[in-house]
């Protein structure tokens, strides 16, 4: 099964999501990703035609049941079988104080971050379950263990991804399939648009390492969760920070 696989990548319009799809295309000639995305597709089309034989765009509205399932059977009707390996990466945050956080800002994020998650997982299980062989793995946020002022939204939805991963990964202990979640810091490349120099170096000299992670750095930690060898490991939460928390 491993040497076949079809990977799914939400969010593969991101730094850490064409880091990713990057990083399997280039240590497994024989898999298959498929690249998750709703808009700004440049820089995954980009990179489908460097690897247009194995890489290719898969349009997907994460919050939509039906477009899941548009998805994965597109999937099986290009790669000659169904999802075995799913990264759901996308997601998104609106921070604001709860006191004045609107029911839209809520809502969004939580379906954005954690309903989206829900439907992903649902949408491969029954391949998955069928071939007794798979692969979860979902990405939270730090924000998630070390939750910060004005993300209360944010924070619940990845917490929300966090207990949906273990309860999920019981389900699936007996049937080859493993799920299992990282909670990344802060990311080269993926930093809030609106940080100053100043905010940027604060936070650097508050994390033990003094950096940020370099997107392939977390792109490691995925491939090997998605591994034959990471067999035994799921349910798993890692925390990757440079030991911030």
């Not at 009707?77 to 800002?105: K, W």
């Not at 062989?133 to 910060?148: K, T």
């Not at 949906?164 to 990282?182: F, Y």
């Amino acid at each position: 099964m491993e040497l076949n696989r079809r990977i799914l990548i939400t969010g593969a319009n991101g730094a850490l999501g064409l880091c990713l799809a990057r990083y399997f295309l280039e240590r497994d000639a024989a898999c298959h990703v498929f690249l998750g995305v709703r808009e700004r597709r440049d820089r995954a089309e980009a990179l489908v035609a460097d690897f247009s034989d194995r890489a290719f765009l898969c349009p997907l509205e994460i919050t939509s049941a039906e477009a899941w399932a548009a998805a994965v059977a597109q999937i099986e009707a290009e790669s000659g079988g169904p999802v075995n390996v799913l990264i759901n990466n996308a997601g998104y945050h609106d921070d604001a104080l709860l006191a004045s956080m609107t029911q839209a800002q809520w809502s969004g994020v939580i379906e954005g971050n954690l309903s989206s998650v829900f439907l992903g997982c649902q949408s491969v299980m029954k391949p998955m379950m069928q071939q007794r062989w798979g692969r979860i793995v979902n990405v939270a946020s730090l924000s998630a263990l070390h939750s910060p002022a004005g993300q209360t939204n944010y924070a619940a939805a990845k917490a929300g991804v966090i207990g949906l991963t273990q309860s999920l990964a019981k389900e699936t202990a007996r049937l080859g399939i493993t799920v299992n979640v990282i909670c990344p810091g802060h990311i080269e490349g993926a930093l809030p648009a609106n940080w100053t120099e100043e905010q940027i170096k604060a936070v650097k000299r508050d994390t033990p390492m003094r950096r940020f992670a370099r997107p392939e750095e977390i792109a490691a930690v995925v491939f090997f969760l998605a591994s034959a060898e990471a067999s035994y490991m799921t349910g798993a939460a890692l925390k990757l920070d440079g030991a911030l928390v």
